[in-house]
């Protein structure tokens, strides 16, 4: 098993920037992708960000390229997602998940989620 702990989120001011982690542990998968997904009320779970194992390849979502970044370090088995210029509309839970596949910006590719991690941004 494969258990992914989401932290850094809170409740933030419009311009502000926050970063999220995600740490795993458990069985140890081999060149594994993780990927940033969110969740809005009343809303679909949607793609935001993922990298590949190489980190060499990073994916984002169009409404927060050049806002956001992911990064990963395989040696401490965490995915972080930086978060500048935040908007009240990338208010979610926030969302990380490891896949073995390469169809990285769709959620039904992921085998292991994370619990989430409330990003509020006020106006």
């Known amino acids: 098993q494969v258990q992914l702990v989401e932290s850094g989120g809170g409740l933030v001011q419009a311009g502000d920037s926050l970063r999220l982690s995600c740490a795993a542990s458990?069985?140890?998968?081999?060149?594994?992708?993780m990927g940033w997904f969110r969740q809005a009320p009343g809303k679909e779970r949607e793609f935001v960000a993922a990298?590949?194992?190489?980190?060499?390849?990073?994916f984002y979502a169009d409404s927060v390229k050049g806002r956001f970044i992911i990064s990963r370090d395989n040696a401490k088995n965490t995915v972080y997602l930086q978060m500048n210029s935040l908007k009240p509309e990338d208010t979610a839970v926030y969302y990380c998940?490891?896949?073995?596949?390469?169809?990285?910006?769709?959620?039904?590719?992921?085998?292991?989620w994370g619990q989430g991690t409330q990003v509020t941004v006020s106006s």
């Open positions: 458990g069985r140890t998968l081999s060149r594994y992708a």
């Open positions: 998940a490891v896949t073995v596949g390469n169809w990285y910006r769709d959620s039904a590719a992921y085998d292991y």
């Open positions: 990298i590949t194992w190489s980190g060499l390849s990073t």
